[in-house]
């Protein structure tokens, strides 16, 4: 845990009391805060109260008391309207922070020389994250990975000289962090996402935007125009990382083709190239963003080309199940619209393809180019009627319904092509709730029948 100690003595209102909001009040209380903490939900107000965190509705309390409102990221602060507590807190002239926040406070109190690399992106902040973790501790650094990835900020251990805070971002908690000043700031790329949280694709861009603006070092992905604007405005040391699909856009960026990464005068850093975890143009883009921080932080090529090679990857994303002979499985469960799903199909051929759920706008009509990657598609759940509409005439295709049909069938087809190296893959291109909680859950079913054919 990381006490924080910068609001000693002060009051704090908390609302939200989910994982990373109880985090945040026992990091408070350790420091020595007074908090009262609410939640529109009983359960959370019924587990802060099991661990004698002072609970109490916030609409009934005395808001010229508190020195803060720390506000759980899934709380809207702006749009589609601010959160009554968010009013609350405005109409009492109390500043509105997040956990991460917390951290820069105490980070700077504490310990401001140490390493802290924050990571945001529409796509590929998770993989990228974990790769820079893996990488540093690979090569023996004292290594701390959370935020948006999974664990809250506050549950890791604090900052310390020497130790590396490697932090998932998501806009919502960057738009909680006033005081964000990583020592390496990473954009991984900006497409629209989460308009209903923040309104126009300027405001969720510009969101993206603070992330580097306080950084020393800002490494940032230029394959889009977005993120490009961002790189050509900043004015300090930045990193820009280019992946070309067709002309090359930046002369001076670290640039992969081919799977090598190379310096923008063409000498070779590092070859992801036949790195089962790393394939594909997006995973060349991780590679490259991993590389840059860690040459920031000071580690050699020969220690970042042995983590890269040995980075298992992350669960649900293009994750190597297993081979049974020259078949490989792939769960790519976390694809759960047509953009991720683009992703695995460009990284594989010969595709044994498992899709389907509770389609999104737009279905898989996006992905129709890269249908002769295609051997077979094996259709589940409820959006089937509607992709075998976009299929048919196209890619052959079975109706499975289920995955515990759809898995052994194309295992048995992917067998008998003939093909060098078919991929039995899972990447539904949908949201999983037609047929299950979570796409960790459908993932999870869909290694377990691998395994059982294994």
Known sequence: MTPVTVFAGKKIALFG????????????????????AWDDGAEGVSRAAAEDIATGDLREADWSGFAALVLSPGVPLTHPEPHWSVRLAREAGVEIIGDIELFCRERRAVAPAAPFVAITGTNGKSTTTALIAHVLA???RDVQMGGNIGTAILSLEPPAEGRVHVIEMSSFQIDLTPGLDPTVGVLMNITPDHLDRHGTMEQYAAIKERLVCG????????????SRAIADRRDGETVRVHVPSGEVL??????????????PDGTALADVNGIGSLRGA??????????????????????????????????????????????????DSKATNADSTEKALTAFRDIHWILGGKAKEGGIFPLVPYFERVAHAYL???ASDAFAATLEGVVPYTRCETLDVAVPKAAENAAASGAPEPVVLLSPACASYDQFRNFEIRGDRFRELVRALL
């Not at 950084?215 to 977005?226: E, F, K, Q, S, T």
């Not at 930046?250 to 310096?263: F, I, K, Q």
């Not at 020969?302 to 792939?330: D, K």
Request: charge should be neutral; avoid cysteine.
């Open 17 to 36: 009391l989910g994982g990373s909001g109880l985090a945040t009040a026992r990091a408070l209380k350790a420091g020595g805060s007074d908090v009262l």
């Open 380 to 382: 589940i759940g409820a």
């Open 215 to 226: 950084a020393g070092l800002a490494v940032i992905g230029v394959d889009d125009g977005p």
């Open 250 to 263: 930046s002369t001076d960026a670290l640039t992969v083709r081919d799977g090598v990464v190379r310096n």
């Open 138 to 140: 690979q090569a023996g």
């Open 282 to 331: 997006h995973n060349w883009q991780n590679a490259a963003v991993a590389l840059a921080v860690a040459r920031a932080l000071r580690l050699s090529g020969e220690e970042i080309q042995a983590g890269l090679t040995s980075f298992p990857g992350l669960p649900h994303r293009m994750e190597e199940v297993g081979r049974r002979g020259n078949v490989l499985f792939v769960n």
